[in-house]
């Protein structure tokens, strides 16, 4: 909905860039790897890497991430779709780590 | 001027029952509008773009001579996008594609590309939305997300709608949300299903076997108990009136259109218990209108290339990802979209080393690499158009404030005028 919100503000508002910058995470995940919410986590994959703040979220399952569609998330997927047209965009593999501990 | 009964083009579902009130040219009060909706019309003025060559201020003419030089020169040329505008202008986007020789695709390919490809298989028994607000007493929402991505549909149709024979609204119906995480349609469930990534598929066939009447040796399946797994197949069967949506979740993950084909495959093999239907929840507000235009224009929805002479279909070949990632197009015209906000970084950077031209009313992450930027007057609230919802249905959209550029349509056509006149 947020991503929604700011998509009418422009991809350059800061609501857009601060709402697709972002990771969330399970919240016993982030509590083992000492991480608070809004701290900085890489992420990469063999596509690319990128730089992002993480938030809890008692949504996920340990060992999933959620991140809202958008440029940093297209760092992360590859562009091989298998002769479907479209890439692997979900359920992807990923490595994680925590750049800062808290904010 | 309050004008009643406007229609919302943001997501699939064009609410069509928007009042706008317009004071001085200006959209200045909104009722009966969702939180997107409201940002969407209230917004309308912000980060709108400018006629652009090279980076420099032009007049709009110039930006149609300079689209026309760069699409007479090219030699495969790529148009892409479409879902965020009105079918008269998806057409022109066609018959352009067709003139000079390109490949044509829709934000469809990333979006639900391999549920037509599912649907090309194994068929859909599919219903009006009408249809779910009159008698679904059974929704089941698979791998989609309606309460943040179309956040009137469960209200208008699907949850808690009051209909013909569901009087009492969500008390008449029971709603059951599979996903991977816990979203806020989860929260508005009765049951909630909690799938492991890259499982639906596993899971879909597990609910087709379990409705052959066959035993499962296993005590689970994609983290879903099998004793769940029963629960819903029965459910499914004694329901009176059936509905699944499904959305990203099954599309975009391994398996892609073979999830797809097991969900409408599961969706068929229920009509033989009881009347059971199904509904991809289509996102912008006329994706679905890019797939009937171009099936009614070429035989073929998405992916098609004319470099024949005549329409050739091919996921995979002629799919927008696939022939930026192969950098095989030595031009793009981008119709209302974003490519460089939502396609792979590796496919859509190239945009950057082509001549890249960008029709679309507001400023986007493409329009600040594009060679040539031309603003257009915004489908669904300074020009009018044919749109469909997710449901197939055609819905005229309005025009409420007037805008200082023509719409896409009227671009395309001069366009296309030129094109015409540089070829002789």
Redesign the interface.
Known sequence: MKQGLALQLGKDSPEYTDEVSMVEMNKENMEQMGLQDGGQVQLRTEHGEVTVRCRSSTALPQGVLFMPYGPPANTLIGPDTGSTGMPDSKGIEVELVSRTKSQ | MRIENVVCA?CGSLCDDIEVTVEDGQIVKLAKAC??AR??FM?YR??LAKPMVGGREVSLEVCIEETVSILAQARYPLIYGLSSTTCEAQRKAIELAELVGGSI?STS??CH??TT?ALQVVGEVTCTLGEIKNRADLVVFWGCNP???H?AHMARYSVSARGYFTPNGRRDRTIVVVD?????T?RAADIFL?VK??QDYECLSALRTILKGEKLDADEVGGLPIGALVELAERMKKCRFGILFFG??L????G??LNTSAALSLVRDLNRFTKFTAMPMRGHFNVAGSDATLTWQTGYP??VNFSRGYPQYN???F????I??RREADAALILAS?P?????????HYLEEIPTIVIDP????TTKVAKVVIPTAMAGISAEGTAYRMDNIPIRLRKVVDSPYPSDKEVLDKIIEGVKQCSG
Do not use: C, W
Not at chain 2, 362 to 365: A, Q
């Open positions: 943001f939180a997107i940002s969407l917004n912000k980060n695709d390919s990333v590309g391999p490809l309460a943040d991505s956040s991977v995480r816990h979203t806020p989860a909690q990534p890259n990203m979740g599309t975009m993950t391994k892609k259109y998405y992916a996921p995979g070949e799919s927008a990802v696939d930026l990632a974003d460089m906000a939502s396609l792979p970084y590796h496919a859509s507001k400023r986007s992450m």
